[in-house]
């Protein structure tokens, strides 16, 4: 830790653990409140990998979205040698993975808040040039008000140029969420995160994902087929609305899926 860091918050327990580092809970000696301290571990980031440049990139993309209700907000960040630490928003209730794990399927209500909150995140990030490429339930965080949700976890987002309609580049993403396009190894745009978003709605209105398998490879197979499907057992509760909105999230042709914008004015999502 660094000098500064120690002098400004007492470092408390281990709250996350990701791929490149881990998340401790850290109280301000200045003004005794409580933060998120993320520390990445440089040393697990090759030098001019995708994961290096996305990690390194993560606080100047989180400084240019806050403040904003639905994105964790930053405040500072410290470096030394073997780390980087970001110093967060603490977030002091469950991510969305661990509700549907413990709660199961959420009701239509429950779910269009949920979301509805996910895409305006997702609006302000597109229209200020950024995409967040893992979008899952695990980066949805609640925060200390039960029903304020959080986009979390920037380690993957890169800016894109939404002008010149400059495609984005990199298989990044978690296999259930990452949108057909990015498994081809095409280059992509924005619309990733809408697909990723309309998998989070799925999941939370049918218990399970839209495109699954056994192995990583079936996983990606689903995905590129893009076959949506509504099982009558899980679906013939859930109005035709909803399944619309779904079935333009989660169309394959990019063309033709809707945008954050226009998922926003879905009437599924309007009559909330």
Same mark, same amino acid.
């Given at each position: 830790m660094t000098e500064a860091l120690k002098r400004e918050y007492q470092i408390c327990e281990e709250i996350g653990r990701g791929r490149f580092g881990t998340v401790f809970r850290c109280i301000s000696l200045i003004s005794g409140n409580s933060f998120a301290l993320k520390s990445i571990d440089k040393s697990l980031i090759s030098g001019d990998s995708l994961? /290096? !440049?996305?990690?390194?990139?993560? @606080?100047?993309?989180? +400084?240019?979205? /806050?403040?904003?209700?639905?994105?964790? !907000? %930053? =405040?500072? *960040?410290?470096?030394?040698?073997?780390?980087?630490?970001?110093?967060? $928003?603490?977030?002091? /209730?469950q991510?969305?993975?661990?509700?549907?794990?413990? #709660?199961?399927? =959420?009701? &239509? *209500? $429950?779910?269009?808040?949920?979301? *509805? +909150?996910?895409? !305006?995140?997702?609006?302000?990030?597109? #229209?200020?040039? %950024?995409?967040?490429?893992? %979008?899952? @339930?695990?980066?949805?965080?609640?925060?200390?008000? &039960?029903?304020?949700?959080?986009? *979390?976890?920037?380690?993957?987002?890169?800016?894109?140029?939404?002008? /010149?309609?400059?495609?984005?580049?990199?298989?990044?993403g978690t296999p259930y969420y990452v949108a057909p396009e990015v498994v081809a190894g095409i280059d992509y745009n924005e619309k990733v995160d809408v697909w990723s978003a309309g998998v989070v709605l799925y999941i939370m209105l049918a218990g399970f994902p839209p495109f699954h398998g056994d192995t990583v490879t079936d996983i990606f197979e689903a995905v590129l087929r893009g076959n949506l499907r509504f099982p009558t057992r899980v679906f013939k509760s859930v109005s035709s609305m909803a399944k619309d909105l779904l079935r333009r999230m989660l169309c394959k042709d990019v063309s033709r899926r809707f945008s954050a914008d226009q998922a926003l004015r879905h009437p599924w999502i309007t009559s909330g």
């Open positions: 994961d /290096s !440049q996305c990690i390194l990139t993560e @606080p100047k993309i989180l +400084q240019f979205l /806050s403040p904003h209700p639905h994105v964790v !907000q %930053i =405040f500072s *960040t410290h470096e030394d040698d073997s780390h980087l630490h970001i110093v967060l $928003e603490l977030c002091s /209730s991510d969305l993975y661990r509700r549907i794990i413990d #709660n199961g399927v =959420f009701s &239509e *209500t $429950e779910s269009r808040v949920v979301i *509805t +909150q996910v895409l !305006q995140a997702i609006s302000h990030m597109h #229209n200020l040039g %950024i995409v967040h490429r893992d %979008i899952k @339930p695990d980066n949805i965080m609640f925060s200390s008000d &039960e029903n304020l949700v959080k986009l *979390t976890d920037f380690g993957s987002a890169d800016f894109f140029n939404k002008e /010149s309609g400059e495609l984005v580049r990199g298989v990044v």
